[in-house]
Nanobody
Framework: HVQLVESGGGSVQAGGSLTLSCTAS????????MGWFRQAPGKEREGIAI????????YYADNLGGRFTISRDNAKTTLDPQMNSLQSEDTALYYC????????????????????????WGPGTQVTVS
């Protein structure tokens, strides 16, 4: 049974930083890519970053301004984004997700648009920036 569990959300002041964590279980890391997504009230779910099954190849959404970095540990099956210089527009419910997509699909669709194509989702963790 594939399962993802997020943690690390909370409230932070504008300009601050936050690190989230996602722990996966029930599948071998090399068989699924993993990523983080977010959904603000009234908006569609958008992709933030994807890390491929090798644990190294990383794709970021274009609209982050270099403020987010993400690391994946295949040995621990974790995926942790470090979010810096947070702004009010970063307030959202943040989700960890996993799925199977090829490199060509990721590059053609763009990280921000991958939500409909990933099959496994965690329950989400709230991030509020004030």
């Amino acid at each position: 049974h594939v399962q993802l569990v997020e943690s690390g959300g909370g409230s932070v002041q504008a300009g601050g930083s936050l690190t989230l964590s996602c722990t996966a279980s029930g599948f071998a890391p090399i068989t699924y890519l993993m990523g983080w997504f977010r959904q603000a009230p009234g908006k569609e779910r958008e992709g933030i970053a994807i890390v491929d099954t090798d644990g190294v190849t990383t794709y970021y959404a274009d609209n982050l301004g270099g403020r987010f970095t993400i690391s994946r540990d295949n040995a621990k099956t974790t995926l942790d984004p470090q979010m810096n210089s947070l702004q009010s527009e970063d307030t959202a419910l943040y989700y960890c997700a996993a799925g199977r997509l090829g490199k060509s699909s990721i590059e053609r669709l763009g990280v921000q648009n991958l939500a409909p194509f990933l099959s496994v989702w965690g329950p989400g963790t709230q991030v509020t920036v004030s």
